[in-house]
């Protein structure tokens, strides 16, 4: 699945504010080293960078297309195309140990979390912290109706496999309770945002356009794709009426995860 950083950087501020939340409530520590994996166009990374002013910041993509754009906005870290898991295992035993790993609206994409989460913070140096912050958001309208619409048209056999594209993730309980039995201590907790958005519908589907409605469109020709977002752009316009001002109000929850061995 290919990723644009422009197209992404349309709702900056908004995507940049949880991972602010989550850098928040992490411990103090004097962190040498930091890895921002899923790191995207670099917003996050610059966040992981200011906190930790002392460590040594990298950050990872898979999309070639977001490590150009945290190349251009910082320079002086290092960035690489690569995923997650194949980071996990290249690098395992190679180097110093990150005293930080954030992943920041990212973990949501990768599979198998029973494994994945004992492999990242296997990672970690002594007294490491993981911290993540993952959308929340299958149950709601916006992506509710991308399935819907998937299943219900001319392109059903095509996006038969979009809806697997996304990990669903599990509830707090588990999480809590998969991470307490390898770490000292663990937070979580979830939040819902109401991202109010200028331009109605159109700008909720924008916002997913660089997001969850990635996987609905990759798979369709351009005549399909431009009947998809009509048909999706109409159903949204139902379940998220505009305010007498225009904007909506775009619900949004995330699960958020700080894991210090």
Known sequence: MTWSAAQYLRFEDERTRPVRDLLSALPAVDARVAVDIGCGPGNSTELLAARFPNAAVS???????????????LPLLRFEVTGIEAWIEIDAGRGPEPDVILANAVLQWVPNHAELFPSLLAKLAPAGTLAVQMPDNLDEPAQRLMRELAADGPWRRKLAGAARAREPIAGVDWYYHRLRAHCGKVDVWRTTY???????????????KGSGLRPFLEPLNPTERETYLMRYTAAVKSAFPPRPDGAVLLPFPRLFIVATR
């Not at 950050?59 to 906005?73: E, F, P, Q, T, V």
């Not at 159109?202 to 997913?208: D, G, R």
């Open 194 to 208: 109401y991202h109010p958005l200028t331009g109605g519908e159109h700008a909720v589907v924008e916002w997913f």
């Open 59 to 73: 950050g990872l993509d898979s999309s070639a297309d977001m490590i150009m754009a945290a190349r251009k906005r």
